[in-house]
């Protein structure tokens, strides 16, 4: 095969993966959004695999063998309410895939026709040190966002003194590694680039709280983007790069817009120790009163009513309650009430998670709408129904300027008539503020597990068609 | 008399001038000599890569600011997935003949990579087949 026809070829892989990308603006054209994304990938492999370059495909078959029944197998059993952890060990895999490439090329440069072992171009030495970087920290950054998600690592913020003067020294220590690295071209050099760039992935991630993980997911989903880039800058091959730019970039927005949605600054995000801790100044105000009340009040408030609005947060997804919620609104449905879904941008543990759990409990999507679409309808709305969000709905963050959320959009839940709230207990939320809206004459608490609850309502509907 | 004084600088002046053209023409030739050893050797491409890289950027932001919010989880997934296309790399190294260190990087990049292809595609489908409108 000619050097241009492979070059044609890697660019038409290029426009598919674009294409995948455009698909996703709606979910009619998703899922060939989808198909071509995996079009894409089967002719960037076999163009790969028709280079003068490649010749023994046995232990290539055998790797896609082994890693493609095991991807296979994890995908087809994963429960929807682990996706995150999920995306973030994925990420994880990218970035350990990034750091073995670049050893390949570091140890067998002919193949890359980038110099000879020993003599390797300078620019491509730069260029194979930050993809390798980028990867490692991308590496361990990712298991441990893995660890905090799946409950293995406590989602706490690890802070010890002076973790930022570490951290930038080990920067520092990274970027003088680079450039031994590309005077040198020393092994050690190399793999003190690994290591250290191991570590750094660790010490980035341990300080940030469980509830910004969204903004970690996606910005682990960016550096994957730019650790693929810099490889390609590396091999010179313009797919991955254009690739590693298009993921990079889409992971950026990602988390920008998950800052966004909690108003948080994305430094302030990185240099983490935010959540996780229960603030003092709760103290003292426990005796304040609650209204409590049962799923069969809750089921009567709600079936009177002509507009309910849910509004579910990560609580739902722990507690698996989706299906439950999808059918007690199913229920209502039949009884005349118009039920909508209102999903704030940073609920769940990753981007659009809530929109997944509530399609897989066959939710219509058009039901299912964002804080800017919804936000001016609470007030002409008789109830809605809290599930397993806090923070999401405190109104605290438009009044009280001395809350560590002020100034953070959230849902205009307390301006509805009435708001029926499914919580466990009365612990705060993960940024560890009070919320104003249990205490409000307006609000009726429902203690317990979230899908029990569900099932209960369901089950005084039911009772009241006979 | 003065025809011939300025007939004598002028010659001055054009020697004066050739002088200084030599070194100009040498310093020409040079520059075209590296230029075209430069854009014959490889490597030195790397403004021509960089230009991808920035407008695959700008294509990247467009387009992903287009994505309905509803989908961020399908496009991280499919995201991830995309960005296993890393595994050219490891096909590269896993192919030459013989056995050394870098065709073994290369054999586990490629089923690291290929993990994550399988995975992000079909999770990413798995997502997708979920998303219906009302009946």
Same mark, same amino acid.
Not at chain 1, 336 to 350: F, L, T
């Given at each position: #095969?000619?050097?241009?026809?492979?070059?044609?070829?890697?660019?038409?892989?290029?426009?598919?993966?674009?294409?995948?990308?455009r698909?996703?603006?709606?979910?009619?054209?998703?899922?060939?959004g989808?198909?071509?994304?995996?079009?894409?990938?089967? =002719?960037a492999?076999?163009?790969?695999?028709?280079?003068?370059?490649?010749?023994?495909?046995?232990?290539?078959?055998?790797?896609?063998?082994?890693?493609g029944?095991?991807?296979?197998?994890?995908?087809?059993?994963?429960?929807?309410?682990?996706?995150?952890?999920?995306?973030?060990?994925?990420?994880?895999?990218?970035?350990?895939?990034?750091?073995?490439? &670049?050893?390949?090329?570091?140890?067998a440069?002919?193949?890359?026709?980038?110099?000879?072992?020993?003599?390797?171009?300078?620019?491509?030495?730069?260029?194979?040190?930050i993809?390798?970087?980028?990867g490692?920290?991308?590496?361990?950054?990712?298991?441990?966002?893995?660890?905090?998600?799946?409950?293995?690592?406590?989602?706490?913020?690890?802070?010890?003194?002076?973790q930022?003067?570490?951290?930038?020294?080990?920067?520092?220590?990274?970027?003088?590694?680079?450039?031994?690295?590309?005077?040198?071209?020393?092994?050690?050099?190399f793999?003190?680039?690994?290591? =250290?760039s191991?570590?750094?992935?660790?010490?980035?991630?341990?300080?940030?709280?469980?509830?910004?993980?969204?903004?970690?997911?996606?910005?682990?989903n960016?550096?994957?983007?730019?650790?693929?880039?810099?490889?390609?800058f590396?091999?010179?091959?313009?797919?991955?790069?254009?690739?590693?730019?298009?993921?990079?970039s889409?992971?950026?927005?990602?988390?920008?817009?998950?800052?966004?949605g909690?108003n948080?600054?994305?430094?302030?995000?990185?240099?983490?120790?935010?959540?996780?801790?229960?603030?003092?100044?709760?103290?003292?105000?426990?005796?304040?009163?609650?209204?409590?009340?049962?799923?069969?009040?809750?089921?009567?408030? #709600? %079936?009177?009513?002509?507009?309910?609005i849910?509004?579910?947060g990560?609580?739902?997804?722990?507690?698996? @309650?989706?299906?439950?919620?999808?059918?007690?609104?199913?229920?209502?449905?039949?009884k005349?009430?118009?039920?909508?879904?209102?999903?704030?941008?940073?609920?769940?543990? #990753?981007p659009?998670?809530m929109?997944v759990l509530?399609?897989?409990?066959?939710v219509?999507? %058009?039901?299912?709408?964002?804080?800017?679409?919804?936000n001016?309808?609470f007030?002409?709305?008789?109830?809605?129904f809290?599930?397993? @969000?806090?923070?999401?709905?405190?109104?605290?963050? +438009?009044t009280d300027?001395?809350?560590?959320?002020?100034?953070m959009?959230?849902?205009?839940? %307390?301006?509805?008539?009435?708001?029926?709230v499914?919580k466990?207990?009365?612990?705060?939320?993960?940024?560890?503020?009070?919320?104003?809206?249990?205490?409000?004459?307006?609000t #009726?608490?429902?203690?317990?597990d &979230?899908? +029990?609850?569900?099932?209960?309502?369901? +089950?005084?509907?039911?009772?009241?068609?006979h | 008399?003065?025809?011939?004084?300025?007939?004598?600088?002028?010659?001055? !002046?054009?020697?004066?001038?050739?002088?200084?053209?030599l070194?100009?023409?040498?310093?020409?030739?040079?520059t075209?000599?590296?230029?075209?050893?430069?854009?014959?050797?490889a490597?030195?491409?790397?403004?021509?890569?960089?230009? !991808?890289f920035?407008?695959?950027?700008?294509?990247?932001?467009?387009v992903?600011?287009?994505?309905?919010?509803?989908?961020?989880?399908?496009?991280?997934?499919?995201?991830?997935? !995309?960005?296993?296309?890393?595994?050219?790399?490891?096909?590269?190294a896993?192919?030459?003949?013989?056995?050394n260190?870098?065709?073994?990087?290369?054999?586990?990049?490629?089923?690291?990579?290929?993990?994550?292809?399988?995975?992000?595609? !079909?999770?990413?489908?798995r997502?997708?087949?979920?998303f219906?409108?009302?009946r």
């Open positions: #095969m000619s050097a241009s026809l492979t070059a044609s070829l890697y660019l038409l892989s290029s426009v598919c993966f674009i294409m995948a990308l698909g996703l603006s709606s979910p009619k054209s998703a899922r060939i989808n198909i071509y994304g995996i079009a894409g990938m089967v =002719i492999v076999f163009t790969t695999l028709a280079l003068p370059g490649v010749i023994s495909f046995g232990m290539i078959v055998l790797g896609v063998l082994i890693g029944a095991i991807g296979t197998v994890i995908a087809l059993r994963i429960e929807m309410t682990a996706l995150p952890q999920l995306v973030a060990a994925f990420h994880s895999l990218v970035g350990l895939s990034a750091v073995f490439v &670049a050893g390949a090329a570091f140890y440069p002919e193949a890359y026709g980038i110099g000879h072992a020993g003599n390797i171009k300078t620019a491509s030495l730069v260029e194979m040190s993809g390798t970087a980028i490692a920290i991308t590496f361990t950054g990712s298991i441990i966002a893995f660890g905090k998600l799946q409950g293995i690592v406590s989602g706490r913020p690890l802070v010890f003194p002076g930022h003067l570490v951290n930038l020294g080990l920067g520092i220590f990274l970027a003088a590694l680079v450039i031994w690295l590309a005077l040198d071209e020393s092994q050690t050099a793999w003190l680039i690994v290591i =250290i191991l570590l750094l992935g660790i010490l980035i991630i341990v300080p940030i709280g469980g509830a910004d993980m969204p903004v970690v997911v996606s910005m682990l960016s550096y994957s983007g730019w650790a693929a880039a810099g490889i390609g590396t091999l010179s091959n313009p797919l991955l790069i254009i690739v590693g730019a298009l993921v990079g889409s992971g950026a927005i990602l988390s920008y817009i998950m800052c966004k909690m948080r600054s994305f430094i302030s995000v990185i240099l983490g120790g935010f959540g996780g801790e229960i603030s003092g100044s709760s103290e003292g105000k426990e005796d304040r009163i609650v209204k409590q009340g049962a799923a069969a009040d809750a089921a009567f408030i #709600m %079936e009177q009513a002509t507009t309910v849910i509004v579910p990560y609580g739902m997804a722990v507690a698996q @309650a989706q299906h439950s919620l999808a059918e007690m609104a199913n229920l209502l449905g039949e005349g009430v118009e039920v909508r879904y209102a999903i704030h941008p940073v609920a769940g543990r #990753m659009g998670h929109n509530l399609a897989e409990a066959n219509p999507y %058009e039901n299912v709408l964002e804080l800017d679409e919804i001016h309808d007030a002409s709305t008789e109830v809605v809290v599930i397993g @969000a806090n923070d999401t709905v405190n109104p605290a963050a +438009k300027k001395s809350s560590a959320i002020y100034g959009p959230v849902l205009n839940v %307390e301006e509805a008539q009435t708001t029926l499914v466990r207990s009365m612990a705060s939320g993960y940024a560890g503020v009070d919320n104003p809206l249990f205490f409000s004459d307006k #009726m608490m429902l203690f317990g &979230a899908k +029990k609850m569900c099932e209960d309502i369901v +089950k005084s509907l039911q009772g009241s068609q | 008399m003065n025809a011939t004084n300025i007939a004598v600088k002028a010659m001055k !002046i054009a020697d004066e001038l050739h002088n200084l053209y070194p100009v023409a040498d310093a020409a030739q040079k075209n000599n590296i230029v075209i050893s430069s854009s014959s050797g490597g030195d491409n790397f403004v021509f890569l960089f230009t !991808i920035v407008l695959a950027v700008f294509i990247g932001y467009y992903v600011w287009s994505v309905t919010p509803a989908l961020h989880s399908p496009l991280m997934a499919i995201t991830n997935a !995309i960005s296993s296309v890393i595994i050219v790399g490891a096909l590269i896993a192919g030459p003949e013989g056995w260190l870098a065709k073994i990087f290369g054999f586990i990049a490629v089923i690291l990579a290929s993990v994550n292809i399988f995975g992000g595609f !079909i999770v990413t489908q997502m997708l087949q979920m219906r409108q009302k």
